[in-house]
């Protein structure tokens, strides 16, 4: 059975920090390309970040520059690191696990509010 676990959610002040951490099981993690998606109210989902198997990554262009993604094999975990956080990245964050992203596999996400 695969499971996405997203941790690290909360409330923060605009300009703090948070992390995300995702842990995985059920799946061959090493192989599977991994990313951040969010969903802002009345927003469709959006992704934010992904890093492939060999550690490439991709950002938004509203988050470059602010957030990092990183992924940890031997935990089969994905981390997202969120600095100089602002209103606009409020919203249920999401993991997701695929061959390709969007994949199959989601997380349930955990909510990320940030107050002006």
């Known amino acids: 059975q695969v499971q996405l676990v997203e941790s690290g959610g909360g409330l923060v002040q605009a300009g703090g920090s948070l992390k995300l951490s995702c842990a995985a099981s059920g799946i061959t993690f090493g192989i599977y390309m991994m990313g951040w998606y969010r969903q802002g109210p009345g927003n469709k989902r959006e992704l934010v970040a992904r890093?492939?198997?060999?550690?490439?990554?991709t950002y938004a262009d509203s988050v470059k520059g602010r957030f990092t993604i990183s992924r940890d094999n031997a935990k089969n975990t994905v981390y997202l690191q969120m600095t100089s956080l602002e209103p606009e990245d409020t919203g249920v964050y999401y993991c997701n696990a695929g061959l390709q992203l969007p994949g199959t596999y989601w997380g349930q996400g955990t909510q990320v509010t940030v107050s002006s």
């Open positions: 890093i492939s198997v060999g550690f490439s990554t």
